[in-house]
């Protein structure tokens, strides 16, 4: 599937998390299509393409925090795309000195 | 006539929430915290264990059944067979996707956190201090030989 142009939603999940967390590096791949089979996406017609998403981010925001509330953080900055159509954020959240500790 | 302090307290502590779109009735809230108490472990998930109907509820089920948690410790709720709990559980947890996890009404996370933990060790070192699997003797793998399967 062409991921080249980020649509409107993905656009607007960097925008609101480059503002949250000042990311070192921040990743967002758009899964949508992988998930368009789904009960809950057939039943929108195959979603609107932009459901799914991975996003990656490395941020020292994030230090001194577990995962738990990492993906708080990220969820609450994102709730109003949650709640207009967002459906599922596969989210990878590390800090700076993570990432450099292991390279995987 | 006496004001409703109580109920109008409550909804000021609900709206406070970040995913509290709605106001969870104090039944419903109930039936989830019941719910959550009828297994040590409880998943809230998307299909049933047999029949996932999403990867990631899948891959929560693939990940508790290689830690040998076993059935009779474990219960899981199909929101999709049910609406009022898929919007409810998702309040009641203030986290906004399915599956999520609970081990001894403790919420653990989702699916990214529960393949992390995973991949850590955390959960199986976490399951074995519920006294949930016992502690493993790696008995399968042969000496010298460390299975490792990183991606």
């Known amino acids: ?104 | 006539m006496f004001r409703p302090a109580l109920r109008s307290s409550y909804a000021l502590i609900r709206s406070a929430a970040p995913f509290a779109h709605r106001h969870l009735t104090n039944e419903a809230r109930s039936a989830i915290q019941k719910a959550i108490n009828s297994s040590p472990v409880v998943l809230f998930m998307k299909g049933t264990p047999q029949l996932p109907e999403c990867g990631f509820s899948r891959a929560v089920v693939q990940v508790l059944d290689l830690h040998g948690v076993p059935p009779e410790k474990m219960q899981t709720y199909n929101v999709l067979a049910d609406q009022e709990l898929r919007s409810g559980i998702k309040e009641f947890s203030e986290w906004p996707t399915i599956p999520q996890v609970y081990v001894n009404g403790e919420f653990l996370g989702g699916c990214d956190i529960l393949l992390g933990m995973h991949q850590s060790g955390e959960l199986e070192d976490l399951l074995v201090k519920h006294k949930i699997i016992s502690e493993e003797l790696p008995t399968e793998t042969p000496q010298g030989q460390t299975k490792v399967s990183e991606s």
Do not use: Y
């Open chain 1, 1 to 104: 599937m062409d991921t080249a142009t980020p649509g409107p939603l993905e656009t607007s999940i960097r925008e609101k998390l480059v503002q949250l967390v000042q990311p070192a590096s921040i990743t967002i791949s758009n899964d949508s299509w992988q998930h368009r089979h789904h009960a809950p996406m057939r039943a929108q017609g195959g979603g609107n393409g932009e459901t799914h998403f991975s996003v990656q981010i490395v941020s020292d925001a994030f230090k001194g925090k577990t995962t738990m509330q990492r993906h708080r953080m990220v969820f609450s900055a994102l709730s109003e795309e949650l709640s207009q159509g967002l459906h599922s954020l596969s989210l990878k959240t590390k800090t700076t000195d993570e990432v450099e500790g292991s390279e995987s």
